[in-house]
């Protein structure tokens, strides 16, 4: 399952984005959609998640009050609204797919391809 993220790109500090992560095939209401991002020479980090089914949504302390993780279930697809960009927000961002709820990317079977969000004046 190859999941599409698109959505990136420059933003100067203050702004804001709209990330989305298409899936493909079937998406069971027991699974969960999570954001991950990973700034140059930085080790790969937990953003935000939501449960499919239940809509239940977990945030990294980071960006709780920035972003928000929402679905769209007839379209399979789920996104990341960032408000108040601050330039330590600068990384490739990635959607994934778990069986169940985890910051753990391991646990995280199905990854996107990653987008790139620079915030920079």
């Known amino acids: 399952v190859q999941l599409q993220a698109s959505g990136g790109g420059l933003v100067q500090p203050g702004g804001s984005l709209r990330l989305s992560c298409a899936a493909p095939?079937?998406?069971?209401?027991?699974?969960?959609m999570g954001w991950f991002r990973q700034a140059p020479e930085k080790e790969r980090e937990f953003v935000a998640a939501?449960?499919?089914?239940?809509?239940?949504?977990y945030y990294a302390p980071s960006v709780e009050g920035r972003f928000t993780i929402s679905r769209e279930r007839a379209k399979n697809t789920v996104y990341l609204q960032m408000n108040s960009l601050k330039a330590e927000d600068t990384a490739v961002y990635f959607c994934?797919?778990?069986?169940?709820?985890?910051?753990?990317?391991?646990?995280?079977?199905?990854w996107g391809q990653g987008t790139l969000v620079t915030v920079s004046s």
């Open positions: 994934a797919l778990a069986n169940s709820y985890s910051t753990n990317q391991k646990e995280y079977r199905y």
């Open positions: 095939g079937r998406i069971f209401s027991s699974h969960v």
């Open positions: 939501i449960r499919w089914g239940v809509g239940a949504t």
